[in-house]
């Protein structure tokens, strides 16, 4: 069977290790696998944040397209694709996105993963929020497909680590595109049962 093909953008946001969670995750799902883009200002925060190398995060990737490629696959409707994961997204990738401004394979791939109406997932990552940031994640939030994610750290779950949070919300950004993680723990109620599964 030919497996699902989940694009993955990696802009120069804060929230490299949540992008390497979720390429472990894509590539522990039988029937999934990953096309990683990652802007350059993406590889500048990788070397901040992260103790894996360029090539470390894209040794996770099963295909790596470059940001200044606009012609590669996934800037055409007609390529296959699951939809398309931008983690982390930057406020200048959201403004793009909702301006149709695509001056980049990122840009271009989440303008085609809009247009013909697959999942887009954005973990967007900035703090405090300013009323041109609302503005834009509102207009987006209202196109179907489009669904923002922000990392923001949960508790319910009772994580021992930062590890634990990070797979928590890798996992809970790749749910929209039918991948499981596994040991992901869902909220259960507040039952005598538990919290969480």
């Not at 979720?22 to 925060?45: E, H, K, P, V």
């Not at 791939?109 to 997932?121: G, S, Y």
């Given at each position: 069977m030919e497996k699902k093909t989940i694009i993955v953008g990696a802009t120069g946001a804060s929230g490299m290790p949540v992008l390497e969670q979720c390429l472990r995750l894509i590539r522990s799902a039988a029937d999934y696998q990953s096309c990683l883009i990652m802007s350059r200002n993406g590889m500048l925060t990788l070397e901040q944040e992260?103790?894996?190398s360029r090539g470390e995060i894209e040794a996770l990737a099963d295909q790596i397209c470059s940001p200044d490629d606009i012609g590669a696959g996934p800037a055409s409707g007609t390529w296959k694709?699951?939809?398309m994961l931008i983690?982390?997204?930057s406020m200048k990738t959201a403004a793009g996105i909702?301006?149709?401004y695509t001056d980049n394979l990122i840009l271009r791939a989440a303008d085609v993963t809009i247009k013909e109406q697959r999942p887009l997932v954005l973990a967007?990552?900035?703090?405090?929020?300013s009323p041109i940031h609302l503005r834009n994640l509102y207009q987006l939030s209202v196109i179907p497909g489009v669904r923002i994610i922000?990392?923001?750290?949960?508790?319910?779950?009772?994580p021992e680590s930062i590890s634990d949070m990070v797979y928590h919300i890798a996992a809970k950004l790749l749910e929209p595109f039918g991948v499981e993680a596994e040991g992901y723990r869902r909220w259960k109620g507040t039952g005598h049962e538990g919290i969480c599964d």
């Amino acid at each position: 069977m030919e497996k699902k093909t989940i694009i993955v953008g990696a802009t120069g946001a804060s929230g490299m290790p949540v992008l390497e969670q979720c390429l472990r995750l894509i590539r522990s799902a039988a029937d999934y696998q990953s096309c990683l883009i990652m802007s350059r200002n993406g590889m500048l925060t990788l070397e901040q944040e992260s103790a894996c190398s360029r090539g470390e995060i894209e040794a996770l990737a099963d295909q790596i397209c470059s940001p200044d490629d606009i012609g590669a696959g996934p800037a055409s409707g007609t390529w296959k694709a699951a939809g398309m994961l931008i983690v982390p997204c930057s406020m200048k990738t959201a403004a793009g996105i909702v301006s149709g401004y695509t001056d980049n394979l990122i840009l271009r791939a989440a303008d085609v993963t809009i247009k013909e109406q697959r999942p887009l997932v954005l973990a967007v990552r900035e703090t405090p929020l300013s009323p041109i940031h609302l503005r834009n994640l509102y207009q987006l939030s209202v196109i179907p497909g489009v669904r923002i994610i922000p990392p923001m750290l949960t508790f319910y779950h009772r994580p021992e680590s930062i590890s634990d949070m990070v797979y928590h919300i890798a996992a809970k950004l790749l749910e929209p595109f039918g991948v499981e993680a596994e040991g992901y723990r869902r909220w259960k109620g507040t039952g005598h049962e538990g919290i969480c599964d």
